[in-house]
C-alpha cells in the first residue's frame, strides 16, 4: 500500500527553523517527484515546492523561495522540507504528495502542522 | 501567475443531483487541469487529472470536461459520500495554483 507519513510540525518562533520530513513505503520513491503544498486549516490549498527524481531539479512558490528548501534522501525514503525565517504566514498544515511527472499529486499523507507564533 | 477561479464556492445539492462546478483559468493551460476532493480532516484525494481523466478507483459519476480555460467537474448522481470541498488545480506553469475550493453541503 502506498503511504506517505509527515512528520516535525511543531509550534515555533516567528523567526525559527523547523525541518519537515515525509517518509514514503510501499512504492518506488525514487521513481516519483514530490511537492510540498499548505493548507491553512479552512482555508485553500496552497503549492509550496516540489523536487524531481533525483533531487536536482527544484522550484518554489515565491511565498517561500530563499527561505524553504526541499530535498530528498532516496535511499531513506524520505522527503524533506528545511524551513527557515518562519514567519506567522507559514502556519499551516503541510502535506506531501507523490507525482509522476510533476504536476498532478496522486497520493497525499495526512499532513503536520506547523505553528508560527510567539 | 496561473490564477484560478471556481464557481460557485458554495452550493447545497440533494442525493442524486446532477452537480456542477465550474474552473476558470486566467490564461491558456491547454489541459493542464486537476481537480481533488477534500472531506473535513482529511487529505485531498486526486479525482480528474488532465482535465478528464479519471483517477484509478473513482467512481464514474464523476467526469471532468474543458480545455483553454474553461473547465467542468461533473458529478451525474451525488451519493452521501460526495459531500465534501472540491478543488481545482493548474500543473501548466509553476508556481502550481489551485482554485479556492466549492463545497458541497447536504440540502
Known amino acids: 500500500e502506498v503511504q506517505l507519513a509527515e512528520s516535525g510540525g511543531a509550534l515555533v518562533q516567528p523567526g525559527g527553523s523547523l525541518r519537515l520530513a515525509c517518509a514514503a513505503s510501499?512504492?518506488?520513491?525514487?521513481?516519483?517527484?514530490m511537492h510540498w503544498v499548505r493548507q491553512v486549516p479552512g482555508q485553500g490549498l496552497v503549492w509550496v515546492s516540489r523536487i524531481n527524481t533525483d533531487g536536482v531539479s527544484t522550484t518554489y512558490a515565491d511565498s517561500v523561495k530563499g527561505r524553504f528548501t526541499i530535498s530528498r534522501d532516496n535511499a531513506k525514503n524520505t522527503l524533506y522540507l528545511q524551513m527557515n525565517s518562519l514567519r506567522a504566514e507559514d502556519t499551516a498544515l503541510y502535506y506531501c504528495?507523490?507525482?509522476?511527472?510533476?504536476?498532478?499529486?496522486?497520493?497525499w499523507g495526512q499532513g503536520t502542522m506547523v505553528t508560527v507564533s510567539s | 501567475d496561473i490564477q484560478m477561479t471556481q464557481s460557485p464556492s458554495s452550493l447545497s445539492a440533494s442525493v442524486g443531483d446532477r452537480v456542477t462546478i465550474t474552473c476558470r483559468a486566467s490564461?491558456?493551460?491547454?489541459?493542464?487541469l486537476n481537480w481533488y476532493q477534500q472531506k473535513p480532516g482529511k487529505a485531498p484525494k486526486l479525482l480528474i487529472y488532465?482535465?478528464?481523466s479519471l483517477q484509478s478507483g473513482v467512481p464514474s459519476r464523476f467526469s471532468g470536461s474543458g480545455s483553454g480555460t474553461d473547465f467542468t467537474l461533473t458529478i451525474s448522481s451525488l451519493q452521501p459520500e460526495d459531500f465534501a470541498t472540491y478543488s481545482c488545480q493548474q500543473t501548466s506553469s509553476t508556481p502550481l495554483t489551485f482554485g479556492g475550493g466549492t463545497k458541497v453541503e447536504i440540502k
Open positions: 488532465a482535465a478528464s
Open positions: 504528495s507523490t507525482s509522476v511527472h510533476g504536476g498532478y499529486s496522486e497520493t
Open positions: 490564461q491558456s493551460i491547454s489541459n493542464y
Open positions: 510501499g512504492f518506488t520513491f525514487s521513481n516519483y517527484w
